[in-house]
């Protein structure tokens, strides 16, 4: 079995929430969206934009449910908190 050390310069790796944005393609219906209780929908044209606050591992799940529904991911972005959704 190999074992692995973290190297210090994962110590500084960041696992504080940041705010995100997920598109997805297509509108998403009630129950859909009952899949991401912690973001906050807009419909942007043909899109779904989800936003809110996430760590890793709720961006990963996020992620994942959005896998499991076959949905189309179009776009992440992590947001600065100070700047204006659009």
């Keep these: 079995m190999c ?13 504080v929430p940041d705010l995100y944005s997920i598109r997805i393609s297509g509108q998403l219906g009630p129950m859909a969206l009952s899949a991401f209780p912690s973001m906050v929908s807009q419909v942007k044209g043909r899109d779904t934009l989800l936003t809110g606050t996430l760590d890793r591992s709720a961006l ?3 992620l994942a449910e959005i896998e ?5 991911l179009v776009e992440l972005r992590r947001l600065d908190p100070r700047q204006k959704v659009v």
């Design 60 to 62: 990963y799940g996020v």
């Design 68 to 72: 499991s529904l076959a949905l189309d």
């Design 3 to 15: 074992s692995h050390l973290a190297s210090a310069e994962y110590a500084h790796v960041n696992h």
